[in-house]
């Protein structure tokens, strides 16, 4: 009876994991991503349209320079706060803003005194002042608000999504006027420093508590020792989403590096915004799960096969419709990255699946993980260099990537210490894996060769896909009826 009584609670618990809250901040998060997606797009077409190609080009190595910086001292706030079991302190936010403020006036520093070696290395040195200028950004972002982000541990996303999409919305919309009076490179000052003065207005504005800053020396090492191997990823981060950049930058024209930065930033968009919906959404009862031992194991099999699905869905879209779609939206003259869409494609397909690896590196306290894998991606730029060297063409560039995202997959899913899946088995469908790799195998071939039709592409798409979205619905449904997950969203 009492057996009875448990696995009845276990089954009702097992209903409310999609309950209607589940389901209303899945809907409001995702509609926070596609706005955000939509108008970083629009402001990217808005640029690309307005300003020349060499300037667009100028444009990526201006942002290049602020995100190494950016990059390499994140301390990956709004993860620690969602993560740890008192970051909804008061305390713990306070000491989560007084980390901030430091990093933001450190990063500028440091990006004011590498104006001059940064601008040397692109060949612009007659605009070193709009290096120096961009440097501000970071301080400016250093007082932001983390309140949105401690409101997230009550399921409670709504400041969290007008935070994210209030300053792209803004930024975009006085772009426009912005390329009218400057139609060139001076453009991009609005988003260098108009963004990150209005999410910092913004997220005071949205807040609940009274910012504080807290020197307590304890919790700011407590703070460190989570972030430091965060930091030293982000700054692995850097290289491997500017370092392509760099490269290219350094040994082609400024119009060759315009046209892959637009291609890389336009299909790398839907990895990073899937990659932030995870984070905010999954992360801190993932996190609750492992701790308490409820669920952990279902939940991450739904991960698993989740995003095997959208990896695959993602490569299919942008090889049937994104040269159409790239073509018609920013104009002919970027045409000539289209020779490179398929290996980015290929590369970001591999990214995507890199994203549970880091949500399950960081919900059991193990980012050392993420550090290591994105150490090995880094492989990738010498790897490129040496292609490069060698009179390979611009496209050896991407393709290092595929083989170094493949490489940090198998390095942060190897370094993981999670608890054994139930009877040995693998925590994600062996026949959605198997279509997943006959998906990319199919994509590289049709790339290489090109015999195919378009419409035995497109046929071929539908059925993997069709098939990969049943398994993965039957096996949640065996999950929910079987094992039963934790209600803690």
């Not at 070193?128 to 399921?155: C, N």
């Not at 069709?466 to 039963?484: D, P, R, V, Y």
Request: aromatic share 12%.
């Amino acid at each position: 009876m009492l057996q009875m009584s448990v696995n009845l609670f276990s089954k009702a618990r097992t209903t409310r994991f999609f309950s209607s809250k589940f389901v209303y901040n899945g809907a409001l998060l995702s509609v926070g991503v596609a706005i955000v997606a939509v108008f970083t797009f629009a402001r990217s077409l808005i640029l690309a349209r307005g300003i020349s190609l060499e300037d667009f080009g100028v444009v990526t190595a201006l942002l290049t320079s602020m995100s190494l910086v950016q990059m390499a001292t994140a301390i990956a706030g709004e993860k620690q706060i969602l993560q740890d079991e008192d970051g909804g302190s008061e305390e713990f936010l306070a000491a989560v803003h007084t980390l901030a403020v430091i990093r933001g006036f450190f990063c500028s520093g440091l990006m004011f005194l590498a104006a001059g070696p940064v601008s040397n290395f692109f060949g612009l040195p007659d605009i070193l002042w709009a290096f120096q200028m961009v440097a501000l950004g970071p301080a400016i972002a250093g007082f932001t608000h983390y309140d949105y982000s401690a409101m997230q541990r009550e399921s409670n996303h709504k400041a969290a999504v007008i935070v994210a999409t209030a300053p792209d919305v803004l930024v975009t919309i006085l772009t426009i006027p912005t390329v009218v009076i400057w139609p060139d490179y001076r453009a991009i000052f609005l988003a260098c420093l108009g963004w990150p003065i209005l999410k910092c207005v913004i997220s005071h504005i949205t807040s609940r508590r009274t910012y504080r800053l807290n020197m307590d020396p304890l919790l700011l090492i407590k703070l460190f020792k989570f972030s430091w191997p965060l930091m030293m990823s982000g700054l692995l981060l850097f290289l491997i989403f500017h370092g392509d950049r760099a490269i290219i930058g350094h040994y082609f024209s400024m119009s060759e590096l315009g046209y892959f930065s637009l291609i890389l930033t336009a299909f790398l968009l839907p990895s990073q915004l899937l990659h932030r919906v995870c984070d905010s959404l999954i992360l801190s009862p993932l996190s609750r799960s492992f701790q308490q031992g409820d669920g952990f194991q279902s939940q991450q099999s739904i991960i698993w096969n989740s995003l095997f699905s959208l990896s695959a869905a993602y490569a299919w879209f942008s090889i049937l419709i994104g040269p159409w779609l790239f073509i018609f939206l920013f104009g002919e003259k970027y045409e000539s990255g289209l020779s490179l869409l398929p290996w980015i494609v290929l590369m970001v397909s591999v990214r995507i699946i890199r994203i549970a690896t880091s949500l399950l590196a960081l919900a059991t306290g193990q980012p050392y993980c993420e550090f290591y894998a994105n150490l090995m991606r880094t492989l990738a730029l010498p790897l490129a260099v040496a292609g490069l060297m060698m009179d390979y063409p611009i496209e050896c560039v991407p393709i290092a990537g595929i083989a170094g995202e493949a490489l940090a997959f198998f390095v942060g899913l190897v370094l993981l210490k999670l608890p054994r899946h139930s009877a040995g088995q693998s925590p994600a469908n062996p026949v959605i894996i198997a279509l997943w790799f006959g998906s990319m195998a199919f994509i590289t071939f049709e790339v290489v060769i090109g015999i195919s039709s378009p419409y035995t592409v497109a046929t071929l798409a539908a059925g993997l896909l069709a098939a990969m979205c049943f398994l993965s619905i039957k096996q949640h449904s065996k999950f929910t009826t079987e094992q039963g997950l934790s209600n803690n969203v």
